[in-house]
């Protein structure tokens, strides 16, 4: 079974940081490219943020370059985290982890993944 359990969310002031993480079980890790998509409230879910270790690719939305950053470790756990600094009020949103195969042209749809978390809140006061 397929398991992507994600946490690590919260409220903070604007300005403040987070850490998000995702344990991943039940898939050959870095078969995957993880990333972290978020839904806002009323908007459509976007990704933030992507990294395929199989070929070195690493991707952020523009509106979190410089702020946020991706990682993940393969070696003593399978998981992906996301250390949002900075952040702001439209930030504010569900974040989930998500896991997807051969998508590399393909990462910035939220359609190509293959397996979800189930979201962890991120709400950014100001």
């Known amino acids: 079974e397929v398991q992507l359990q994600a946490s690590g969310g919260g409220l903070v002031q604007a300005g403040g940081s987070l850490r998000l993480s995702c344990a991943v079980s039940?898939?050959?890790?870095?078969?995957?490219?993880m990333s972290w998509i978020r839904q806002a409230p009323g908007k459509e879910r976007e990704v933030v943020s992507c990294?395929?270790?199989?070929?070195?690719?690493?991707?952020y939305a523009d509106s979190v370059k410089g702020r946020f950053t991706i990682s993940s470790d393969s070696k003593t756990e399978n998981a992906v985290f996301l250390q949002m600094n900075s952040l702001k009020p439209e930030d504010t949103a569900v974040y989930y982890c998500a896991a997807g195969r051969n998508i590399i042209s393909t990462m910035k749809s939220v359609d190509a993944y293959n397996y979800w978390g189930q979201g962890t809140e991120v709400t950014v006061s100001s």
């Open positions: 039940g898939i050959t890790f870095d078969d995957y490219a």
């Open positions: 990294t395929s270790k199989s070929d070195g690719t690493t991707y």
